[in-house]
T-cell receptor, first 115, second 112 residues
Framework: DAGITQSPRHKVTETGTPVTLRCHQTENHRYMYWYRQDPGHGLRLIHYSYGVKDTDKGEVSDGYSVSRSKTEDFLLTLESATSSQTSVYFC??????????????FGDGTRLSIL | KNEVEQSPQNLTAQEGEFITINCSYSVGISALHWLQQHPGGGIVSLFMLSSGKKKHGRLIATINIQEKHSSLHITASHPRDSAVYICAVRGRSGGSNYKLTFGKGTLLTVNP
């Protein structure tokens, strides 16, 4: 299994509080992704990173920020959490975007509840 | 933006049955992924394919590029195959098209 650790695995917090989720990889892969998974939707990309300090927005980036100061860590921050951000968050990694044979390996997910 | 449709949304089978899950997409792609997610669990990549057919154990994935359609087959299904199966496609390289677009998933339940 790909070495991906998400922390925390579960979190309950209140509206308006800041929240940071961490994704740690031991594979030295260049690309890292944050997705959210909600009932009735496929996985949706929040932000991704293509290298240290290199990040870009996905399709549902509003209300989220990311940082990648080291190859192995990709942080997702909700500056002021809202109830609409209650979701399961998945981190994924891949060696490269390019080429058809580049799988994404997923972490075990973080279940975030915002009350 | 590519639209990915999976069918059926839910599927219940008896142990031993042959299972087929379908995935259709709207725009040309460079690769298609099949993923598996057990209840409450993480997501595992089963296959990536850009043409033809791939087989791993009892799982077979096929793709028809011209028809923009892929199928995932499970032979001799078993209760441990019960999971959500997710199809995802990657657009052709360049711009933002290389990102994955995911289907909503097919919930498969295999009863003993």
């Amino acid at each position: 299994d790909a070495g991906i650790t998400q922390s925390p695995r579960h979190k309950v917090t209140e509206t308006g509080t800041p929240v940071t989720l961490r994704c740690h990889q031991t594979e030295n892969h260049r690309y890292m992704y944050w997705y959210r998974q909600d009932p009735g939707h496929g996985l949706r990309l929040i932000h991704y990173s293509y290298g240290v300090k290199d990040t870009d927005k996905g399709e549902v980036s509003d209300g989220y920020s990311v940082s990648r100061s080291k190859t192995e860590d990709f942080l997702l921050t909700l500056e002021s959490a809202t109830s609409s951000q209650t979701s399961v968050y998945f981190c994924a990694i891949s060696e490269s975007h390019w080429g058809p044979d580049q799988p994404q390996h997923f972490g075990d997910g973080t279940r975030l509840s915002i009350l | 933006k590519n639209e990915v449709e999976q069918s059926p949304q839910n599927l219940t089978a008896q142990e031993g049955e042959f299972i087929t899950i379908n995935c259709s997409y709207s725009v040309g792609i460079s690769a298609l992924h099949w993923l598996q997610q057990h209840p409450g669990g993480g997501i595992v990549s089963l296959f990536m394919l850009s043409s033809g057919k791939k087989k791993h154990g009892r799982l077979i994935a096929t793709i028809n590029i011209q028809e923009k359609h892929s199928s995932l087959h499970i032979t001799a299904s078993h209760p441990r195959d019960s999971a959500v199966y997710i199809c995802a496609v990657r657009g052709r390289s360049g711009g933002s098209n290389y990102k994955l677009t995911f289907g909503k998933g097919t919930l498969l339940t295999v009863n003993p």
